[in-house]
């Protein structure tokens, strides 16, 4: 089977990643001799095939259709070979002895780094690639087998992803097989920012593949043709320290051996170790499409970059100078400002005189204060601010340079002086300062060079007047000087002075700026498109306040430096006659030969060439990154002419100039269209304390351990919900905590429902299939209990759709969690119950249970859709069991994405309404229990009060279901008109209001009743709405009522006119309550009738006998004062001894709640400093009881006995407290 010749031009649309890359290759990676590389498709039933390279003559290289030689390697006998023959031509054909699905054929050499010769993989290969085998199923350890009562995700993420990967869901062309939105299928293309080659994951990385992955597989859902594009940058001057420490282990160096040799071994660990990053971020769950993954140093992208110098030079752009850069000593390059960290250190300012020439021995002289004495040697002026009064004089006069033998410099003035830094005077070194730098060419000043490549004071001293300097170090030559100064009378001061000082991020040096002939960029008509861009709209940068900075930034308009002094990298594509390498005379070409060409027509034929040995920034190379990666420059590559311009750009702020900008100049400069439509910035991530991450501080989080410890969901939510343009995250281990336990509410909320739905499958009328959805007749006739919470579910896909939209991240997880875990878990679920099991009076065989079926698995599936972008394992796990058509998607991943289309329509607010009362309702009646201390499994009668006819039918229908959450009694449920209701409050009832016109009576036994306890639940409630209402109405200003949307206003509005009917309500049963409560007179009189009583007469006294509030509270103390001594006893007996024994110790605990109770109410009759030292002593008896429940439970006869002892004591000086009371106040009958 043979094809004509194919050599694409850029990556191939039809390319494709090996399955099971890393086990296949694993054996052998030891093998470097004879070397073939391929990538093969494994087969339905897993089995693999390999095939082998044979050449007719010679060695030969195969390359994947990108260019790029394959990093994986295999020895020259292979299993089961495939034979293909190349025939050396103009092109290639290739033929193949067997249909084998061959997806990728990459290099083959005998020599440790790839020739790079470019072979083309024929057509007819591709084709059979293609026609790959079906799909392979999803994995059994996801989809088979008893769902666990805890979500494992260590058996399902790397299962899963592999699946995913295998089945092609990542690529663009998978759109096809999903339904298109109502928007139509759009292009959407995400350039993901390449990671170093050398990096290792950190939550940088974390936090962009988390921010990303929800983009793109948001927009893949939508069935937009949706392009990750991912790849690697070649790192210059990390990669080649990193292989140089290696050289140095060997004995080696990278001078020693020498450039080609060095680059050999740079490619080697290439090979071995550079796909590491890329491997890191699949366990991200990253769909970024790894078939078009780029290598900012493959073939083609080096191609690109080649062809981008050359266009700029010839437009006039690039041209070589001498010009400020940040130097590394260490490194011996100069680097960019994103590589030059900028530290606080605590340093010294030395002040000295800079003397005036010819001042006849009077010794005038200009105070300056410099923080390195070193670069004195070079200076070329004394700068002062033209205002400032102290040195009006001394312009245009002259100073003499220190320790130079009369050298002199004029005094100048420019108004970039600061008249109150330091002395107000400013020396001048242009050649080592870049604002100094500036000064010297608005006047015209000379450039000394006095420090050099390796640190060292240079030769140009000597011509200077100080040759004692020379060959000295930096911080040596500051020394020797700045004494030599102090022995001449020149010293002034020195003083503590905290400074910014450079470091090179990579090894650690002080950057030295200096001036250096290297390769720049002109960037003023670059930088003013890109303003224009932004400013017209073409470009929206989030946030918006990052604009500014991007003006700021792009106005200074400053030459781009873009050579670096290094191996690894794009070698500048300039040639210059041997032996004449940074002359004037040199050749900007696409190749040695066209150099040559243009060389020999000039300069004749016997004429010899060699490169610029210098290499191109690494931002030169990844500026080209949106435009190349698909295909530039051939512009009529497909997958240019698809995806290009891109549509979104996710990165950090931090690298809004050194990346984004450049390559927005780039993109506009050489292809004439911005590169991107939109740029969101996220922030960094920070620890819980808000620190930033550092191993100095041993702060930093391993992304792969967190994941190891929670999952990759819970991090990846973690990060989402935290996030917001611009701004750093601060991540802490409770967020963490956080996510996992969502992803095991995710997990377990399908549980129950794929259980339930299997259980009852037979019972129930009807059947549901993953995408089904219901029919606007069919939500009518619901329920309305179905009908909210369809419509809640709808009203969440219109605005996690919405905000993605915007690129708006933590609006949608907390919507999603928020109705994942109380809407629908808490709320509906549990209501559903009482439709489906028998024993909650459900009948599973009844239209109404078949509904709430149908409906619990089409918001599970609904929310699924919705999570799977920030959660995309553990939704994936859990959808995969619900159950399946056969036009059902092969995965989440390709299912459609969840559609308002139908809920806009049927969204019921009625509903809703009802559902948001109903679960306010709920909730107040479990918090009003637990602080009446009415225990969980205890069911109370409720009586509901409400104004509104059509709501007290609604709660009559699902009387079961309020019975089940509210855990009451449903035959004593009562709905009842608030406008039939007697004023008044009745007593021993707890009244819980909601809104006005809405409340519950919730009776209670009479001594759990606590009127005080009541006033303080509906004062907090007061407090609490007051807060929220204030709240809203803060949000209501002016700006926000006229530029908000008509909901966000209607919703805000609506909201702030609930709080406030709530807020009357509650205010006027505070005051019904506040007067119904007794005075201070009357409970000291109830106390002083109870304490009148003959002492043998309290026996007589019983539970429910009718005794004034007072007199009754200390008659219960006085009991429980008895029979707790008496428990004391018992224990001092040693009679305390079954479980039982001390099951009832425990509920004698629990009474002195009650006691403690008594006592704070008692404690309202004292006054002044009695009445602190009463609530004092009922506070710590409170906690001492609370304590003395540990040693209950642990049975610890020795402890418990101390603390009974303890206990008696404060109710027995309680008790001498309530003797002295009655004292204080006269009582008459009509007190009592």
Known sequence: MTSSPHVPSGPSSEQMRPSRADELLAPYQRHRRYLVAVIVAGTSGGNLAFAQLVPKRGSAQLVTPTGEACQRLLPARAPEPIQFRARRRTGQTWSVSAPVAVLAVAAAVRRRRPNRRQLGLSRCVQRMAAASPEPEPCPTSVSAGEMPPRYDFTSVEEDLYRWWENSGFFKPEVAESILAGPDGRQTYVLPMPPPNVTGRLHMGHAMFASLQDVLARFHRAKGDHTLWLPGTDHAGIATQMVVARQLEEQGLTRQGVGREAFLEHIWAWKAEQGGAIVEQLRRLGASADWTREQFTLNDHMSGAVIEAFVRLHEMGLIFRGQRMVNWSPVLQTAVSDLEVEMTERQGLLYHFKYVIAGSDGSQEYIPVATTRPETILGDAAVCVHPEDPRYQQFIGREVLVPMQGGRTIPVIADSYVDQEFGTGALKVTPAHDFNDFEIAERHGLPFHSIIGLDGSITKTVVQLGSPQYEGLDRDECRRKLWADMESEGLVLKTEDHVQRVPLSQRSGEVIEPLLSDQWFVRTEDMAQRAMDAVESGEIRIQPERYTKIWRGWLQEKQPWCISRQLWWGHRIPVYYPVGEVGGSKFYVARSMEEALTKARSELGEDIELEQDPDVLDTWFSSGLWPFATVGWPNESAADYQKFYPGTMLETGYDILFFWVARMVMMGLTLTDRVPFKEVYLHGLVRDENNQKMSKTKGNVVDPLDTIAEYGTDALRFALLTSVAPGMDVALSSGILDSGKSFANKIWNVGRFIITEYEKNREKCSGTYVTGMSFSEEEIRSMPWLERAIISRCHGVVESVTSALHENDFNPPTKALSDFMKNDFASWYVEASKTRLQDHLGGDPTSERAAIAQKVLLYVLDTTLRLLHPFMPFVTEAVWMRLPRGPDSPASLMVAPWANAGVGAATRDRQAEEWFAKVCSLVTQIRNARAEQGIAPKERVALTFWSDDAEFREALESERLALA????????????????????????????????????????????????????????????????????????????????????????????????????????????????????????????????????????????????????????RIRKALQAWTELGEKFKKGEVKTKEDWDNTQGFLRRLYTVQEDMSYLAKGFQGTKKQEAEKLVEVFKKRVKAADKPAKAEDVETFMAMQVEITKYIDDFNDMLLDAPDEIDVTPEDL
């Open 964 to 1115: 089940w959450i509210a855990r009451a009694d449903a035959e004593e449920i009562k709905v009842e008109d608030i406008g039939q209701r007697s004023a008044g409050s009745a007593e021993g009832v707890v009244r819980i209001i909601a809104a006005d016109g809405l409340e519950v009576d919730m009776p209670a036994r009479e001594q759990t009743v606590d009127m005080e306890k009541e006033l303080e639940r509906l004062r907090k409630q007061l407090s609490q709405t007051t807060q929220l209402l204030e709240s809203a109405e803060k949000k209501m200003t002016p700006q926000f009522m006229e530029k908000a949307n008509p909901k966000a206003k209607e919703k805000l509005i609506g909201k702030a006119e609930d709080l406030r009917q709530q807020k009357a309500a509650i205010e006027r049963q505070l005051e019904q309550l506040e007067q119904a409560q007794p005075s201070r007179r009357s409970v000291l009189a109830g106390l002083a009738l109870s304490l009148a009583l003959p002492r043998d007469a309290e026996a007589n006294v019983a539970e429910g006998d009718v005794l004034p509030q007072g007199a009754r509270q200390e008659d």
